[in-house]
């Protein structure tokens, strides 16, 4: 039987178009009464409700092998509706098709709940102030109704719906087929008795008046072949339904292999852009690595006139700084905004919106990268001037070492006083370079503490969102729970049996399972 399948298999959707009786809505007529009066059967399939007629024991030649020509309509009308089934692509077709009507009225309604809140704001005394109850009241409602449509939309509700909408399906299935099976007793019964009855009114025959023979036989010969007819009209019926089945599963087939095969394509093409964009960001890690490493050799070989340009340098960075705060702030007010707005729409504005927000991240990455860019370049050029400068530097403390010792030669008096004067400047010079160097450390440190605290704050600002986020998770996911446990309390109280529902539960337990909190 079908029940002693793996429950997983019952669940694959198959075409149910095998069985041809599924139920007999009439049975025979009772044997008292008028036994001249004609007897049908009433056969239920998959394709409509058919009426066949059980042999009298004692047939006429006027209606031995006759088939009356509105019994012979509605078998061809039965043939075609049989051969030629609805698909199931077109029924689900139009099952998006209301679902997408369906979320258009979701949308018009919830701005007809907006509107109504805010005439509640602005509604004065009296009538109107009642009637703005009236309408706070309703739009609650709607909104609770408008959260339990949009809970359906979620995957889970929909496994949870198929899987009892499944079920019952298979519920129904079982109780056909038992039903099948007591049609199929119950008419071997019948064609007994019938041919019990046709054998004694033979037997009859013959000994009351034999000269009648003949005629009986002849009589018989039609009823064989009315009877050799009816049988070959089902069997060319059963094998036409077979082929068509067999189609539908074959068209069933390929859609599905072509389904696999076109998400393949996607998740490989997901796969390269991928790699392509960690190369991308490998290469510029790489030249930023670079570019500091050589920023640091040049730092090492700069020399005394560095001093005079890093107030310049302190004054870029300090821009630069003010430049990053304004553009962290404007990223958090349009955020912020965004978020506003993301609160005011439904699901597609979410996406909508969840769009318009990498658009502005990939902006504000694109600009930070170019700041970034143009630093390193004016630091390069800062550089380039700064060894332009040593040289001349150089060449010009050769130039007075040439001088000097000419001076030498002809003044040694005046050189030693020089000398002295110079060893003072010396000294001098000294400790203003220390006392500069002690200012740009203190300086130095101070910008760290501020980035320090700077990152501290946006770490505790990223726990508090991982927080929310995870409550947001929580409160979803017992909703779900909620949901599907009264739905399967619906079911159970349709009277599904229990080891289904069992089953259904562990599934969609699993599921639940799954999600992350």
């Known amino acids: 039987m079908r029940s002693s399948k793996s429950f997983t298999n019952l669940f694959q959707l198959e075409p149910y178009h095998e069985q041809p009786a599924l139920q007999i809505s009439t049975p025979a007529a009772p044997k008292t009464g008028n036994p001249n009066k004609r007897r049908y059967v009433q056969l239920v399939t998959n394709t409509g ?40 692509y077109e029924k689900a077709l139009r099952v998006l098709e209301e679902k997408e009507h369906q979320a258009l009225a979701s949308d018009q309604r919830k701005q007809e709940l907006a509107r109504c809140a805010r005439r509640c704001k602005t509604a004065g005394t009296g009538r109107e102030k009642i009637q703005a109850m009236e309408d706070f009241q309703r739009d609650n409602l709607l909104i609770s109704r408008a959260i339990e449509l949009q809970r359906e939309r979620e995957d889970e509700m929909k496994l949870c719906n198929s899987l009892l909408l499944m079920s019952k399906c298979q519920t129904i299935r079982d109780a056909q087929v038992a039903e099948k099976t007591l049609i199929a007793k119950e ?51 059963r094998d036409m339904a077979v082929c068509a089945v067999e189609q539908e599963r074959q068209r069933m087939r390929q859609i599905e292999e072509r389904r696999k095969q076109e998400l393949e394509n996607e998740r490989k093409e997901k796969l390269i852009e991928q790699e392509r964009r960690k190369k991308e960001i490998d290469e510029t890690n790489q030249e930023l690595k670079r570019i500091k490493e050589e920023e640091k050799e040049q730092e090492v070989m700069l020399n005394s006139k560095i001093q005079n340009i890093l107030k310049v340098k302190l004054a870029a960075e300090e821009r630069q700084a003010n430049e990053k705060r304004q553009i962290q702030l404007l990223r958090d007010k349009e955020f912020a905004r965004l978020e ?51 040289r001349q530097q150089e060449e010009h403390k050769q130039l007075c070492q040439a001088r000097e010792l000419e001076r030498m030669r002809e003044l040694e008096n005046t050189l030693e006083q020089q ?15 220390k006392q500069k160097m002690l200012n740009y450390r203190r300086n130095l440190q101070k910008l760290m503490e501020d980035k320090r605290s700077q990152k501290q704050k946006q770490n505790e600002d990223n726990l508090e969102d991982g927080r929310k986020m995870r409550e947001e998770q929580k409160n979803r996911i017992e909703g779900l729970k909620t949901s599907i446990e009264r739905k399967i309390v619906e079911v159970r109280n349709q009277k599904v049996p229990e080891k289904y529902l069992k089953e259904v539960e562990k599934q969609l337990q699993k599921q639940l399972m799954k999600i992350k909190i």
């Open 419 to 433: 000398r002295r004067e110079a060893e003072e400047k010396e000294k001098e010079k000294e400790i203003r370079r």
């Open 49 to 88: 409700v058919r009426r066949l007629l059980i042999p009298e024991s004692r047939v006429t030649v006027s209606s031995a092998g006759v088939v009356d020509w509105e019994v012979m309509n509605r078998i061809k009308h039965d043939v075609k509706q049989y051969i030629n089934p609805e698909p199931k």
């Open 187 to 237: 008419l071997r019964a019948v064609e007994l008795d019938l041919d019990r009855i046709m054998e004694e009114d033979r037997v009859k025959a013959i000994a009351v008046q034999d000269k009648l023979r003949e005629e009986e036989e002849m009589k018989k010969r039609h009823q064989f072949e009315s009877l050799t007819k009816q049988m070959t009209l089902n069997k060319q019926l």
């Open 340 to 390: 506003k707005e993301r609160k005011r729409n439904d699901v597609t504005a979410q996406a909508q919106y969840e769009i318009k927000c990498r658009k502005v991240q990939e902006e504000c990455d694109r600009e930070w990268r170019r700041r970034e860019l143009e630093e390193v370049r004016r630091r390069n050029r800062m550089a380039s001037e700064l060894n332009q400068c040593r």
